[in-house]
């Protein structure tokens, strides 16, 4: 079992910034891939940042050069840098893990509003 817990998120105006986070913690030796998916209203829930090996983090194509990932070398804690904010990016943010043996796990999610 993995648990996950976020902080950051809010109200935040366009143009703006903020930034997430997420600790992993449990079995975290397991841990094959860890990153970020959104889902807004009414929407389906999309990769936004996939740490895909120690060199390769994939980015949705929607928040390339706005968006980034960085680790905490001496533990399972992420950060999402969020920058050049939009209003499109108002939705409700999930950290996810996923073990080398297939099992996924989900963070509770943090609300973030970008306000036009």
């Known amino acids: 079992q993995v648990q996950l817990v976020e902080s950051g998120g809010g109200l935040v105006q366009a143009g703006g910034s903020t930034r997430l986070s997420c600790a992993a913690s449990?079995?975290?030796?397991?841990?094959?891939?860890m990153g970020w998916y959104r889902q807004a209203p009414g929407k389906q829930r999309d990769m936004v940042a996939l740490v895909v090996n120690p060199t390769r983090t994939d980015y949705g194509d929607s928040v390339k050069g706005r968006f980034t990932l960085s680790k905490d070398p001496d533990s399972k804690t992420i950060f999402l840098e969020m920058s050049s904010l939009k209003p499109e990016d108002t939705a409700v943010y999930y950290c996810?893990?996923?073990?080398?043996?297939?099992?996924?796990?989900w963070g509770q999610g943090t609300q973030v509003t970008v306000s036009s």
């Open positions: 449990g079995s975290i030796f397991a841990i094959n891939l």
């Open positions: 996810y893990v996923q073990t080398y043996s297939s099992d996924v796990f």
